[in-house]
Structures are given as C-alpha cells and as structure tokens.
C-alpha cells in the first residue's frame, strides 16, 4: 500500500511553468514505475510521462520537449516540471505508482489560461 499527495497545481498564463511534486508514505526505490497522468475536461485520462527505478522516461507526444520527469529516491518524491504550458495542458493531474497494484493520487488541478 502506499498512498500519493500531488502538489504545485495552479493557474498559469501560456508560455509560463509549473512544478509538480508528489510525496509518497513509504520508499519509493523498490517501486519499479512512477509518474503522471491527466484528465482534461470532457476527456479520458491520458499518460502524460514516466519513470522507472533506472531511471528511464516515457513521454507522451504531446509533451516531449516541454515536460520533465523526475524521481528522488531519498525524499520519496516524484515531480513533474512543466514548460512552455499550453491551454490545452489544462486538466488534474494524477500521480501513480506501480508495484503488484496501481496506487493512485487525488490529483492536483492545472489551468493555463490568460
């Protein structure tokens, strides 16, 4: 069991940046894969980005180049720095960790708007 805060939502103006962070109650090392989801208004939850305890990555499309994932072992932290954000990265982001079950967030709402 293991149970995820997100924080670092906000409102944010196009072009600006965002951090999301995400706590976790127990080590996260022996946890294989974390990261990212989101749900947009009127839209299906979507992969935004991953990673794995090597440290490799997985990015949705439509934020390669913009999005960077990241893990700390030793805070027991994932976070998710957010660049060049568009109105249509606008949605609630989910942190979910990976073990024998998927553990999941209560999300954090992002909303890039001017």
């Known amino acids: 069991q293991v149970q995820l805060v997100e924080s670092g939502g906000g409102l944010v103006q196009p072009g600006g940046s965002l951090r999301l962070s995400c706590a976790a109650s127990?080590?996260?090392?022996?946890?294989?894969?974390m990261g990212w989801y989101r749900q947009g208004p009127g839209k299906e939850r979507e992969l935004v980005a991953t990673?794995?305890?090597?440290?490799?990555?997985n990015y949705a499309d439509s934020v390669k180049g913009r999005f960077i994932i990241s893990r700390d072992n030793a805070k027991n932290t994932v976070s998710l720095q957010m660049n060049n954000l568009k109105p249509e990265d606008t949605a609630v982001y989910y942190c979910?960790?990976?073990?024998?079950?998927?553990?999941w967030g209560q999300g954090t709402q992002v909303t890039v708007s001017s």
């Open positions: 127990r080590y996260i090392r022996n946890i294989n894969t």
């Open positions: 990673i794995i305890t090597g440290g490799s990555t």
């Open positions: 979910t960790a990976v073990t024998n079950l998927r553990f």
